[in-house]
T-cell receptor, first 111, second 115 residues
Framework: DAGITQSPRYKITETGRQVTLMCHQT?????MFWYRQDLGHGLRLIYY???????DKGEVPDGYVVSRSKTENFPLTLESATRSQTSVYFC??????????FGSGTRLTVV | GNSVTQMEGPVTLSEEAFLTINCTYT??????LFWYVQYPGEGLQLLLK?????DKGSNKGFEATYRKETTSFHLEKGSVQVSDSAVYFC??????????????FGRGTQLTVWP
């Protein structure tokens, strides 16, 4: 029962660099999500996906790109990292039986 | 649109005290409601849920009742423990009776319980 795996757990990158956060689920949940968590804002939805090859913007999509070529993977790419993207990023998946399951998070620092 | 408002923290209590964390929501349609808990350094875990009006969700001594007339889903526990110290998030799903759809979160309430 591995659940959702996020990698890396911690990442420090420089402004302007491209960085990809990985998310992998061991089930076949249809929905997957990326949230960012910031003090005073709670969790805000960046992108989500209802199935492979289907993605939609959430509340704060600017500066991020996602893809979902396989049901189990949902990587999040910051094309040119900015300091405002320093945050904790959570991936989640859901289905009608299990509901939502969250990964352990990736703490990203952009310097 | 959909939104969740929960009481600002932090909340500090002594062990065995009564806990209430207020949560109200705005939604189109008939959302499902949730409370999630986040322990330090971890992701969010589902604490309890309610999928229709008047449902009561309960788990680990925590309870919350889906009140459509007051658009509320307040979290309560009769006697808190030090191990309950965490951040609590109220959330709603925009899909009726479902746990599938996207979640809208409140800002979270930090609870600290002292022995």
């Amino acid at each position: 029962d591995a659940g959702i795996t996020q990698s890396p757990r911690y990442k420090i990158t420089e402004t302007g660099r491209q960085v990809t956060l990985m998310c992998h689920q061991t089930w076949s949940h249809s929905y997957m999500f990326w949230y960012r968590q910031d003090l005073g804002h709670g969790l805000r939805l960046i992108y989500y996906s209802a199935a492979a090859d289907i993605t939609d913007k959430g509340e704060v999509p600017d500066g991020y790109v996602v893809s979902r070529s396989k049901t189990e993977n949902f990587p999040l790419t910051l094309e040119s990292a900015t300091r405002s993207q320093t945050s904790v990023y959570f991936c989640a998946s859901s289905d009608a039986i299990h509901g939502y399951t969250f990964g352990s998070g990736t703490r990203l620092t952009v310097v | 649109g959909n939104s969740v408002t929960q009481m600002e923290g932090p909340v500090t209590l002594s062990e065995e005290a009564f806990l209430t964390i207020n949560c109200t929501y705005t939604a189109t349609g008939y959302p499902s409601l949730f409370w999630y808990v986040q322990y330090p350094g971890e992701g969010l875990q589902l604490l309890l849920k309610a999928t229709k009006a008047d449902d009561k969700g309960s788990n680990k001594g925590f309870e919350a009742t889906y009140r459509k007339e007051t658009t509320s889903f307040h979290l309560e526990k009769g006697s808190v423990q030090v191990s309950d110290s965490a951040v609590y998030f109220c959330a709603l799903s925009d899909q009726r009776g479902s746990t599938l759809g996207r979640l809208y979160f409140g800002r979270g309430t930090q609870l600290t319980v002292w022995p």
